[in-house]
């Protein structure tokens, strides 16, 4: 894998200046690697010395773009990703089969996303900053988090289950379970990525029902919801 020259004093040798190739694939993928020590005196016979390792290594797309960049990032990372080429996909998916979604969840974790591992339960925009913070992780370029909902820029319309009084929504997605939602947060990047239900579509959801007059929306901030009592949703 490599080689270097050093000088002798005694029973210790510094050695400096170490170049090794072919060390990690050329991949997003975590490796344990060992790495066996030969000396040579000569330069062409070797003689085997100990070992070092294992040693975990990170291999990314390119120059991580997160700050500060937490090993337990790169580890999940990584650990998801494992050599596809599908990135941001294999992140999307992964996350939701550790995470689970609570739209009750109490515990803030806007802080430091990777705080959702420690407590497994999370909205949507805490999902969608944990996918930003991964991608981060093993990518220089990342995507952008958006917040959708269905009213207007002055008057964001909100409307009322029958199935759960009290429950003000502003919209409904036609996905999986076609849920309800006051507002959604999901993730562009190329594609739309939900990492709540692991899906991906080019470019957003198809709502099937919401508030009257309102329109889709989206916006990098949550909304504040108006109520219009003239629509109410009977499932």
Known sequence: LG??????????????????????????????ITLDWEISFDGSTYTALNSTGPITFFSTESSPSA????????????????GSIAIVGMLNAKINQEVTYDLVDINDK????????????????????????LHGSVSSSTGTVKIVWCGDYLRKYGYQRTSRPGAWVTMQYNLGSQPHFHYHAVYESLLTYDPVYATATHPSYSIIEKASSATYQEGPTLPTAAIDTAFICTH
Do not use: H, Q, R, W
């Open 67 to 82: 700050s500060p960049l937490y090993d337990l990032a790169l580890e999940k990372a990584t650990g998801y990703i494992n």
């Open 3 to 32: 080689s270097s020259s050093a000088n002798l004093a005694g029973s210790e040798a510094n050695v400096t200046g170490l170049s090794l190739s072919n060390l990690v694939p050329n991949s997003v993928k975590m490796e344990n």
């Open 110 to 133: 806007s802080g430091n996303p990777l705080s959702i591992y420690s407590d497994p339960a999370a909205n949507c925009d805490e999902f969608v900053a944990l996918l930003k913070l």
